[in-house]
């Protein structure tokens, strides 16, 4: 069975950086793709960043030039760098796995708060 575990949240002030981690535990078997997704209070949940099991990368517009997803596939960790953030970035920030037909497995989130 598949967990993932989020780490790295917290508070930073506007302008500062975090990276959070995501540590995959489990068979990895089916996963194509991993991601990272935040929510924010009263909104819905939206994609940042994902990765491929190739390597291949992808960002929202609101992470493009700020955000970097990586991975550390011998560690079955995915990484994201964030940089200049801004209070807007305060949500919860959670890891996915995609799997296709063996359905998607979410972590249980990180708390990102960003505010002086």
């Known amino acids: 069975q598949l967990q993932l575990v989020e780490s790295g949240g917290g508070l930073v002030q506007p302008g500062g950086s975090l990276t959070l981690s995501c540590a995959a535990s489990?068979?990895?078997?089916?996963?194509?793709?991993m991601g990272w997704y935040r929510q924010a209070p009263g909104k819905q949940r939206e994609s940042l960043a994902t990765?491929?099991?190739?390597?291949?990368?992808n960002y929202a517009d609101s992470a493009k030039g700020r955000f970097t997803i990586s991975r550390n596939s011998a560690k079955n960790t995915v990484y994201l760098q964030m940089t200049t953030l801004t209070p807007e970035d305060t949500a919860v920030y959670y890891c996915?796995?995609?799997?296709?037909?063996?359905?998607?497995?979410w972590g249980q989130g990180t708390q990102v708060t960003v505010s002086s």
């Open positions: 996915n796995a995609a799997r296709g037909m063996l359905g998607d497995v």
């Open positions: 489990g068979s990895m078997r089916g996963v194509y793709r």
């Open positions: 990765i491929t099991d190739r390597g291949t990368t």
